[in-house]
């Protein structure tokens, strides 16, 4: 087949030469030419390889619905089945056919084809089950997965992708000519509309087809000309080109992606693709309609397009991919295919349809006439023959003669549907066309109106009505345009989906879905086996499941269907359009919320103090937090939190705590909140005292834990845990507001407002004494868990004297901007004294030695107050606390509950492991019995041993005996089961 | 991507709030005795149903008030938000599209896009 | 007449142009009586009426669906199974379940496609690190195949994740190698096959509008095809349960949030575990097509609409292209919701009630599909015996009661 270069227009000049490679092989394309066109051009049929039989396949659309033509695009990372029929070639671009090897000339794949009678639709539910199920894990389904997917995978890629908000009163979907004139009708109205349009240039059929003679007395290209520019001045208009709507939320949500680089390389490190995210009051579809093709023998042989295709390759691209076309129809639709072949001084080789002679329009019957066209009508095409293209095809005329005709293209028209995919993800209702024999847009569900053949209005003739009446309830002018048609034709069509072959082999095959090599065989079958739903159906022959959605053909398996059921199509109903409208690519979806900016990452005020002394991060939600500090590089983690751990026992240690969530109550009834959000009871606690309190939630469970500093009874500072802090005030603020609305009672995360710094060990009086020396830190002055205001150096400070370690410690409260000044001076007081910093993982030790609880490590939403031993901390006498009735349910009461416990192995030389259980048996039998887990396990060098926190079953009464603790390597230690306890027990460090 | 009215800082994407579960259920007075099952129904039990539903809401990225709401759980359409100390609207003033309990709304809602 | 596949009936019904086979299930009208109707033709619902007939000799059941079989989160999910769940209640009935998967496709006669790919849980922080080592030593005791992967590990098995240039490294992962993917149709249709031979009516577009009971026992069901009789019922509606459960007057502690999933266009296998990340809320598999299956989290709210919220996919596919840059280059193609039915404590209910011959299995949540041979068997077991089998007894109503409750929430790929 030789295709031929027609005459520049508007968007392909002849001087504009792009060079381009195809498997290898360098071609010539112009500007302006897609993939597609460019290979047209060189007379390229055969593009690719189908999924399943490895079949040769060429061209079969010029636009988004192209089922077969995908390619590699190996010189943009590689990135897998592009549409060759809409991607723009610039120069130096690599292109590559998929699915074949080790050639696309010779496919050893397409031995599949010799396989293809046993391979029927859902044969892999029946077979590959033998003789044993290891053939399935390794050979079976190997082999298949190598078979399937269609091309490589793409390479790394870090994409760079903007998101941009839209709010508008109307979005019109589609630049053609119903979208124009929507907008034009918009022109210098109230209304903020947006005009989307896929591809570079508005215009649509205009551009197109030759269907259209004048509008409005005027060239369709002067007076398109005219009006974009009328669109583009006007204030209240805005138009998105290279912009393809994919999705249709509700409410009125859309979601469309523009190609940044269109007809070029995309540049690295620049922003290829944007995602508009659209808010509208209405939306306007004017997107189309599209051709669907036929089912028949051989169907799928490079060489066959669709005609309306085949003229815009005309028309848009000035190329025509054969000089002389059959053109096989049975609608009206492919009249304007005719003209424009003649108008370019070509004509088509045959022209076939299905339709009686009467049913063809005179004008067609007058230019086939005048041409010498051969005609045939009542016809229809039993099969297309040709190895990798097509060489001839097999007619039946009306008088049921067979006639044989060489030809190297073939266009086919098998009748035109609305573009209903983005009303259907809208959630509007479809209703057969019993006449034009489509399903189209009836009942919205949103504020959405069709326009145009999207709307089923295949014809032009109430153009100005349809507009203006769908468009009354706006505020616009009021249309009135003149159209002149060159091809004079109201749609007509005639029911055909399948043509039934000449002579029936195992290995005849009408393809009913091209990408997936579905055949009407399969359908058949499927209604036989019982898959008469059309869900059903899809998914056991994978109808429709390929990525163009089956634009071109799911109608006609509906009426394959429907006819051999016996039904009505709409009994037989259509399968939910998903969303994208076309696949739509992963960078864009993430947008610039990746990467580097992925989740922000939270920063103590004196980060850059941790970053430069040494300190190893750990993530605890999004904080970044100092784990532990290296002093030199060789430092092992062990090393550094047994020497952090020792230094705090034995002089003094700092902690950076402001992670700690921090949350100001205030307001007259604070103190009658306070109560019912926490198990303990403030009333009796004096101003300027602090306590350790457990907040539970309503299922008795512990939530979260902290210090509560009362200021007063109108005024409190909670602390929360890091990870806890939005819980926390966001429950606090639900139960304000809505259980207990007449308190009086406000609060607010001060969290970022305050350093806190932990300080603690035997010498932290010491230091503090230095740091603050016009404060008196005497026990008597300054008792445990008390707090006070003080100014140092002009600064409002907030010191708290508790301790997390077991040791003397204060917590000091600073504003942020000064933290890392008065940490600074800390550290400089405390050298003396042998002060030094420590990170989370020696805080966490210290405190399991003292026996504190982490909520979220000890804790697992499973666990009461009374399950670790902290029954004091309940408020007895209080009426009413979160949780509270849950505390006396009869599964909360039971005496065998988890409980925590302390462990330590009975050969102090074992080591124990966290997450590992505690059971009764030395010897593991699996299943086994488990007692609990442990929660905390750390090596101390104070204990000189290894020791765990845990909860087991009965674990309070369990004290005192022994168990086992399982090991990773699935045998056991050896344990004691202690009070959870090791340090201090009776606190005279904490109090003195 | 529903578009939630808030009372207090008008109509906003679904992406500024949060969700509360149903509106209107009071939390029994923790000073009367209740048993079990009863104490186990507030805590876990929520109504759940198909059309119209009484639910809260709360404007977490704005200005942190709570309030009610009645949607359509068959659609998600918003059909009122009001304060949380107006009254609760009467249902019988909204029409639910939900014909049969669990029947599927008059709306291609996955089941059915092809009118009946 | 029992159907049998093999290469060579393929073979066969090939020569003759694949028009001979037999239907796989009948197109019943109802009866008037059944001795146990299933409400809800999916998975679960039709596993139920198959092993109702064949582990209990039942003959006179019905499934009634309001659609069409397995359209509803059978069909719908992301296909992940395996069984190493925290607690021994949730480990045994997900064990029990894999057991079963292992052998369905020669059971059922019908290749249900279960590849034991492996399944990867990712630690992408301590706290990960200490919830996942916790897991896999209680799946160890509980003789479950469950392995604690080091980062070396987990990039030898899937080379194209970046474990270390992330906000979240990858810190390990648990890893259970009998885990893995299956064809969520096909169970459906395998189940519906078999049971259909064995008698069971299987009656699709019939649904069910009110249960009917009288003196707190069982009397019927209200149908779109009229009303049916029947000594006792389940119900196994997933999101929609809770409605039908409250038209008997049960209130059942459910919430139905949308749920979502997507995949992409087909390419050559890059993947071959499926690895689930909980942290960033991603997990994917590849399936034999070749499409890359990615779940994504619920939304807050409530809705029967199968829809959910756009920002849950961003939020998903932020994840993906920075856990695997290859991914940069892909293309979602289609993406869709269920509804999902979430317990308080993320665990299912399988459970008889107040009324006498009502019984319940919902509350799956995101991880249902895993469990449907599982959940099935033992809710036939429950429905035939009148009471629970030893493996859903803890999955009671009354533990909401109690406060005895199965707290899954850390082992559920989705957080609630």
């Known amino acids: 087949m030789k295709s031929i270069n027609l005459k520049e227009n508007q968007f392909i000049q002849f001087h504009q030469k792009i060079s381009f490679k195809f498997d290898g092989v360098k071609y010539f394309g112009y500007k302006g030419d897609t993939i597609a066109s460019a290979l047209l051009r060189n007379n390229i049929n055969l593009v690719g390889r189908s999924f399943k039989y490895h079949r040769p396949r060429g061209i079969y659309t010029c636009g988004i619905e192209e089922p077969n033509a995908l390619v590699q695009i190996i010189s943009e990372y590689s990135e897998p089945n592009t549409r060759a029929t809409i991607k723009k070639i610039y120069e130096g671009m690599e292109i590559e056919s998929q699915n074949r090897w080790p ?198 042989l490079p060489g066959i397009m669709l005609s309306s295709s085949f003229e815009k390759y005309i028309c848009r691209y000035g190329i025509a991919p054969s000089k002389e076309p059959v053109i096989f129809s049975n609608n009206s639709n492919s009249n304007s295919l005719v003209y424009s072949l003649i108008k370019a001084g070509l004509k088509p080789k045959a022209y076939i349809d299905s339709r009686s002679g009467e049913k063809i329009e005179p004008n067609l019957f007058d230019l086939i006439r005048k041409n010498d066209v051969p005609l045939y009508t009542n016809s229809q095409i039993k099969g297309a023959f040709g190895s990798k293209k097509i060489e001839k095809i097999l007619i039946e005329d009306s008088s049921g003669a067979l006639n044989e005709i060489k030809c190297d293209q073939l266009c086919l028209s098998g009748g035109i549907n609305p573009d209903v995919h983005l009303f259907t993800q809208s959630k509007g209702l479809l209703d057969w066309d019993e006449k034009d024999l489509t399903y189209k847009p009836s009942k919205p569900f949103q504020p959405t109106i069709t326009l145009g053949s999207a709307s089923g209005q295949f014809n032009f003739d109430h153009l100005n009505s349809d507009i203006n009446d769908k468009l009354k309830n706006f505020k616009i002018k009021k249309l009135d345009v003149k159209l002149e048609l060159n091809t004079n034709a109201k749609y007509n069509i005639e029911k055909l989906w399948e043509v039934s072959p000449q002579k029936k082999s195992l290995w005849t095959k009408s393809f009913i879905d091209l990408q997936n090599d579905v055949t009407t065989k399969d359908i058949r079958q499927a209604i036989t086996e019982g898959f008469d739903r059309i869900e059903h ?205 007449n308190l009086k009672v406000f609060m607010n995360s001060i969290t970022e407002q305050y350093a806190t710094f932990n300080i603690s060990g035997p010498k932290t009086r010491e230091i503090m004494k230095k740091a603050f020396p016009d404060i008196n830190f005497s026990n008597e002055e300054f008792p445990f868990m008390t707090f006070q205001f003080h100014e140092f150096n002009g600064v409002p400070i907030r010191i708290l004297r508790a301790s997390f370690t077991g040791e003397l410690g204060y917590e000091i409260y600073i504003p942020s901007n000064s933290a890392l000044k008065i940490w600074e001076g800390i550290q400089s007081f405390g050298k003396e004294f042998g002060l030094a910093p420590y990170g989370t993982e020696a805080m966490h030790l210290l405190r399991a030695e003292k026996g504190y609880i982490i909520v979220g490590q000890d804790t697992d939403g499973s666990i009461t107050p009374i399950d670790l031993g902290l029954s004091w901390m309940i408020g007895k006498s209080k009426k009413d606390f979160l949780g509270k009735r849950s505390l006396t349910r009869s599964d909360t009461v039971r005496e065998d509950r988890k409980q925590l416990v302390g462990i330590v192995p009975s050969n102090k030389e074992d080591k124990l492991e966290e997450g590992q259980h505690i059971i009764l048996e030395k010897e593991i039998k699996s299943p086994v019995p488990m007692l609990g887990h442990i929660t905390s396990c750390y090596h101390s060098s104070t204990l000189g041993h290894d020791f765990a926190l845990a909860v087991i079953k009965n674990g309070h009464s369990m004290i005192g005996t022994k168990a086992y603790a399982s090991t990773s390597s699935m045998s056991t230690t050896g344990v004691d089961i202690v009070k959870p306890v090791f340090y201090d027990e009776d606190n005279k460090r904490l109090v003195s | 991507m529903l578009i939630i009215n808030c009372p207090y800082c008008g109509p906003r994407d679904q992406s500024e709030f949060s969700n509360g579960g149903e509106a209107h259920v009071k939390r029994p007075d923790g000073s009367k005795e209740i048993g079990d099952r009863e104490w186990g129904e507030y805590v876990f039990i929520r109504a759940n149903p198909k059309g119209l539903f009484y639910e809260r809401w709360v404007h977490t990225h704005g200005c942190r008030k709570w309030f009610n709401c009645v949607r359509d759980t068959s659609t998600d359409k918003i059909l009122v938000t009001y304060k949380l100390d107006e009254k609760k609207p009467n249902l019988n003033n909204f029409k639910s599209v939900v014909k049969t309990p669990s029947g599927e709304p008059e709306v291609g809602s996955g089941n059915f896009t092809v009118e009946k | 007449m029992k159907k049998k596949y093999s290469i060579f009936s393929l073979a066969k019904n090939a020569l003759s142009g694949h028009k001979e086979w037999p239907k796989m299930w009948r197109s019943p009208e109802p009866r008037e009586f059944y001795d146990v109707i299933i409400i809800g033709g999916g998975g679960h619902g039709l596993g139920t009426a198959y092993y109702l007939a064949k582990e209990h000799g039942l003959k006179n059941i019905a499934v009634i669906e309001k659609g069409w079989l397995g359209g509803g989160n059978t069909g719908r999910n992301t296909t992940i199974i395996r069984s190493n769940y925290l607690w021994d209640d949730s480990a045994h009935l997900y064990e029990h379940s894999l057991k079963l998967w292992e052998n369905l496709s020669s059971e059922l006669n019908y290749n249900v496609m279960f590849s034991q790919r492996g399944v990867m849980n990712l630690a992408h922080n301590e706290h990960d690190i200490k919830e996942i080592k916790r897991r896999v030593s209680a799946n160890n005791l509980n003789g479950i195949d469950s392995f604690w992967l080091s980062k070396e590990e987990i990039q030898k098995k899937v080379p194209i994740m970046n474990t270390d240039n992330l906000r979240y490294p990858v810190l390990g992962a648990s890893y259970q190698p009998r885990g893995g993917v299956a064809r969520h149709d096909a169970i459906a249709w395998g189940f519906a096959m078999r049971a259909d031979e064995m008698g069971v009516d299987i009656i699709q577009n019939c649904e069910a509008h009110q249960i009917r009971t009288k003196n707190g026992t069982i009397e019927g069901v209200e149908t779109s095809k009229g009303f049916l009789r029947a000594n006792k019922i389940g119900v196994v509606a997933s999101g929609h349960t809770g409605v039908l459960a409250e038209s008997a007057g049960i209130r059942l502690p459910l919430q139905s949030k949308p749920l979502q999933a997507l995949v992409s266009e087909p390419i050559k296998p890059i993947i071959d575990t499926v690895v689930m990340s909980s942290a960033v809320h991603a997990y994917v598999s590849q399936s034999d097509k070749g499409e890359l299956v990615i779940g994504a989290g619920t939304d807050s709210y409530n809705s029967f609409t199968q829809r959910g919220g756009f920002n849950i996919i961003e939020d998903t596919i932020r994840a993906m292209v920075e856990l695997y840059p290859v991914f940069g280059k892909m293309k979602m193609l289609r993406q869709w919701g269920g509804i999902v039915d979430i317990c308080p404590d993320a665990s299912p209910i399988i459970s008889k009630c107040d009324i006498d011959g009502l019984f319940f299995n919902c509350g799956w949540g995101t991880g249902g599909f895993k469990a449907t041979p599982g959940s099935a068997n033992v809710f036939a077991h429950t429905i035939a015996k009148n009471e629970p089998h030893q493996i859903n007894s803890a999955f009671n109503l009354d533990r909401f009661a109690s406060g005895r409750l199965v707290d899954e929430h850390g082992a559920a790929a989705v957080a609630h």
């Open chain 1, 103 to 300: 050639s696309l000339e010779n496919d050893f794949g397409s031995i599949n084809n010799l396989f293809s009678p046993i391979f029927s639709a859902g044969f892999y539910y029946k077979t590959f089950m033998g003789p044993h199920k290891k053939f399935w894990k390794n050979l079976y389904e190997p082999l298949i997965r190598r078979a399937a997917g269609l091309g490589k995978p793409p390479k790394d890629f870090k994409g760079i992708s903007n998101h941009i908000h839209h709010n508008v009163d109307v979005t019109i979907i589609g630049g053609g000519l119903n979208g124009l004139l929507a907008a034009k009708s918009f022109i210098n109205s109230n209304y903020d509309v947006l005009l989307i349009e896929f591809e570079e240039q508005l215009g649509g059929i205009i551009n197109n087809s030759n269907k259209i003679s004048l509008i409005d007395n005027k060239e369709p290209k002067d007076w398109l000309k005219e009006t974009i520019q009328e669109i583009e001045e006007s204030k209240n208009v805005k138009i998105l080109k290279n912009t393809l709507v994919t999705t249709y939320n509700y409410i009125n949500h859309l979601i469309a992606i523009e190609d940044r680089f269109v007809g070029s390389k995309p540049i690295e490190g620049k922003v290829n693709s944007t995602l508009h995210k659209i808010r509208t009051d209405h939306t306007i579809l004017c997107n189309g309609h599209i051709e669907r093709f036929l089912s028949f023998q051989n169907n799928d």
């Open chain 1, 537 to 741: 159906l899809k998914r056991y022959t994978t109808n429709s499941m390929g990525t163009d959605q089956g634009k071109i053909s799911s109608i006609n398996a509906l009426g394959i269907v429907s006819d051999l059921l016996d039904k009505k199509v709409n009994e037989v109903g259509t399968t939910i359009y998903r969303p994208p409208y076309a696949p739509l690519s992963f960078s864009a979806i993430a947008g610039r919320n990746c990467y580097e900016f992925y989740d922000p990452e939270r920063k103590s005020p004196i980060h850059n103090w941790h970053l430069n002394n040494g300190a190893i991060f750990e993530d605890v939600g999004q904080w970044k937090r100092p784990w532990y500090f290296q002093i030199n590089k060789d430092e092992t983690m062990h090393e550094a939190v047994q020497r952090e751990s020792k230094n705090v026992r034995e002089n003094a240690g700092i902690l950076d705590g402001s992670t700690l969530g921090k949350i100001e109550i205030k307001g007259e009834d604070a103190l009658e909140f306070m109560n019912l959000i926490y198990t303990n009871s403030f009333t009796k606690m004096k101003q300027g005292s602090a306590r350790y309190a457990l907040m539970l939630g309503e299922d008795g469970m512990v939530k979260d834990d902290g210090i509560i500093c009362k200021i007063s009874d109108q005024h409190f500072i909670a602390t929360t845990t890091t990870g806890g802090a939005a819980t926390v005030l966001g429950c606090m603020e639900e139960y304000a507001q809505t259980e207990w609305p």
